[in-house]
């Protein structure tokens, strides 16, 4: 039983064309926080991202949502989330580098943000929106940093911004294509490549300079 509600919730992009038409209103609250939880809470970079970002706009596309109203919803629940996770680090996660383990915690995952946010700097916060994992910890170690408020809200909502509007208002103009349905996979694999590719760029830049 427990094992089957986990894998619900962690394909839950899969599951998605029959919660709505089982809960057509109530769908809205379920993204809502499912959005905020993956981008809010350092412990749950699991949960789907990307993928239902896509799933939401194929979605919208046919009908089952109002695109409008579902991109507000997910851009201020991912907004919103990544506040509550810099909030986080800021007030509590320093105690969680201090420590050799932790159940909570994977500490392999902040140290790569960590790296990450070395590298990039300010920007992190709209690049790691592409990268799943990252994307879960770095407003989380931006907040250990004690980035500056203005500044870490501004990326944040750029960020949100982005990847919103890339994954939704792709699904929504093209996730109904027989073709990225029976490649679904793969196809979100591109998307990924091709948002990473700025980044790929820079590192390459700075492996020339070296």
């Keep these: 039983m427990l094992s089957s509600i986990i894998d619900f919730v962690l394909?839950?992009?899969t599951h998605l064309d029959a919660i709505v038409s089982a809960y057509p209103t109530l769908s809205y609250l379920f993204l809502f926080l499912i959005i905020f939880i993956e981008t809010?809470?350092?412990?749950?970079?699991?949960?789907?991202g990307d993928s239902l970002l896509f799933v939401v706009g194929a979605l919208a596309a046919v009908?089952?949502?109002?695109?409008?109203l579902v991109f507000f919803l997910l851009f201020l629940a991912a907004v919103l989330?990544?506040?509550l996770n810099y909030h986080i680090g800021?007030?509590?996660?320093?105690r969680v580098f201090r420590?050799?383990?932790?159940?909570?915690?994977?500490?392999e995952h902040l140290l790569r943000a960590?790296?990450?946010?070395?590298?990039?700097g300010k920007k992190t916060i709209v690049l790691a929106r592409f990268i799943p994992i990252v994307r879960t910890f770095a407003p989380f170690v931006a907040g250990i940093g004690r980035m500056k408020y203005s500044t870490f809200i501004l990326y944040n909502i750029i960020g949100a911004l982005l990847w919103c509007g890339l994954f939704i208002i792709g699904g929504y103009f093209f996730g109904n294509i027989p073709l990225i349905q029976d490649n679904f996979g793969t196809f979100i694999l591109v998307?990924?490549?091709?948002s990473l590719l700025p980044i790929i760029i820079e590192i390459i830049k700075g492996i020339r300079k070296r």
Excluded: A, C
């Design 40 to 48: 809010g809470v350092v412990v749950m970079p699991f949960l789907p």
């Design 11 to 13: 394909h839950i992009d």
């Design 99 to 107: 420590s050799e383990g932790s159940w909570f915690f994977n500490k």
């Design 114 to 120: 960590q790296r990450f946010y070395d590298l990039h």
């Design 81 to 83: 989330g990544d506040t």
């Design 191 to 194: 998307i990924i490549f091709l």
């Design 63 to 68: 009908g089952s949502f109002n695109i409008v």
């Design 90 to 94: 800021k007030y509590s996660g320093s």
